[in-house]
Structures are given as C-alpha cells and as structure tokens.
Antibody, heavy 118, light 113 residues
Framework: QLQLLESGPGLVKPSETLSLICNVSDDSISSDIYHWAWVRQPPGKGLDWIGSIHYTGRTYYKPSLRSRVTISLDPSKNQFSLKMTSVTAADTALYYC??????????WGQGTLVTVSS | QSALTQPPSASGSPGQSVTISCTGTSSDVGAYKYVSWYQQHPGKAPKLMIFEVSRRPSGVPDRFSGSKSGNTASLTVSGLQAEDEADYYCSSHAVTNNFAYVIFGGGTKLTVL
C-alpha cells in the first residue's frame, strides 16, 4: 500500500524559505504514469494546489506561486521536495504531498503543519 | 486563476439526495474531462471520491456520482448517510498561457440533518 510521509520544519520565519520533503514508500517515484504533487490547506480554509512533478523532471506550478516555488525529485531516496521562498503568514498551512494521475490525487500523506512566524 | 465556485454549504436528510455544483470556465472545467471530487472529514486528509468527471475509485460507494455540463460539474450523493457529512472539494485540470495546473473549488460543507 502506497504511503506518503511529509517532513520538515514546523516553524519558518517570515521572508525565509520553506523546505519540505515527501518520502514515498511502496511505489517508485520513477513511474511514468504518475505525477507527485504538493497541496496545502490554511487553517480552517480550503485546498490549494501548489504544483507537481513528473519523474522526467517536468514541473507544473500554480501560476500565482510560480515565482516562489520549486519542486524537485530525488529518485535515489524515492523522495520529492518542495521549496517556497519569501514566505509570509499567508503561507501558514497544512502541507500535503500527493500522488497524482491525470490531475487527480488518489493518495495523500497525512500532512505537515508549517507555521510562518517570527 | 480564481478558485472554482462551489456553494459554501449544502444539506439533506438521511436517505435523500443532494447535489453540489462546481462552476469554472472554458479554461478548466469546460475544457477538460479531468474533474475530481474529494471528501474531507475534520482532521483527516482528503479522500478522492470521483475522478475524470464521473469515475469512482475502487471502494467508493455508488451513491456518489459525478457529471458535467458546460463549465459546471456536479457531485450527487444519493441515499444520504450520517457518515457523508463532510467537506467536499472539486478540482479541475486547467491551462492558462500554455501553463497547465490544477485548480480547486472553495469547498462545500455537507450537513446531514
């Protein structure tokens, strides 16, 4: 059974860079048919798609976040990661990693809360 | 890229049917068959209920169905049960300026009366 597990600092200072890793178990991130995505959910609010990556390295980003976000793969560790620069309080959220196929996320991690505060 | 438009709330009595709408544009819902619906219970990760407009993943009851007409997709829950009370989100593949991405709706809180 596929498992996704997010990890990273729970607290990030304003203007700094948020960095998260998603560890993938029982599936290979080098699979041709899947994309690997990040979705966030601010406290008490709705879902917000951040971006995704294919094993070829091709990336897709939410247009309004494109300038601040980088998603990358590490096939040797079966992980993918998210980096978001210049964070503000508006980036405080529960961050999920997911496995996507045809823009649909069938598997989700448990989520990791990231708070942006000084 | 504004979020897809969903009603903030919906409700129905046990056994009844309820339909939740999801309105987008000709650049997302209206253009592609890649519309999904997710169920989220409090404190839990979202669960995929419908993909490609009307297909159900294995294990999702057939009480859940999806459809699309023009720029609006819909999720219908028939034979409402207490455990269906949750937040529901739609999403769609979208393309703007030749950049592809996924866009979510704002979510609908479904209450089973």
């Amino acid at each position: 059974q596929l498992q996704l597990l997010e990890s990273g600092p729970g607290l990030v200072k304003p203007s700094e860079t948020l960095s998260l890793i998603c560890n993938v178990s029982d599936d290979s991130i080098s699979s041709d048919i899947y994309h690997w995505a990040w979705v966030r959910q601010p406290p008490g609010k709705g879902l917000d798609w951040i971006g995704s990556i294919h094993y070829t390295g091709r990336t897709y980003y939410k247009p309004s976040l494109r300038s601040r976000v980088t998603i990358s793969l590490d096939p040797s560790k079966n992980q993918f990661s998210l980096k978001m620069t210049s964070v503000t309080a508006a980036d405080t959220a529960l961050y999920y990693c997911t496995r996507e196929i045809e823009s649909s996320s069938g598997y989700w991690g448990q989520g990791t809360l990231v708070t942006v505060s000084s | 890229q504004s979020a897809l438009t969903q009603p903030p709330s919906a409700s129905g009595s046990p056994g009844q049917s309820v339909t939740i709408s999801c309105t987008g544009t000709s650049s997302d819902v209206g253009a592609y068959k890649y519309v999904s619906w997710y169920q989220q219970h409090p404190g839990k990760a979202p669960k995929l209920m419908i993909f490609e407009v009307s297909r159900r993943p294995s294990g999702v009851p057939d009480r859940f169905s999806g459809s699309k007409s023009g720029n609006t997709a819909s999720l219908t829950v028939s034979g409402l049960q207490a455990e269906d009370e949750a937040d529901y989100y739609c999403s769609s593949h979208a393309v703007t300026n030749n950049f592809a991405y996924v866009i979510f709706g704002g979510g609908t809180k479904l209450t089973v009366l």
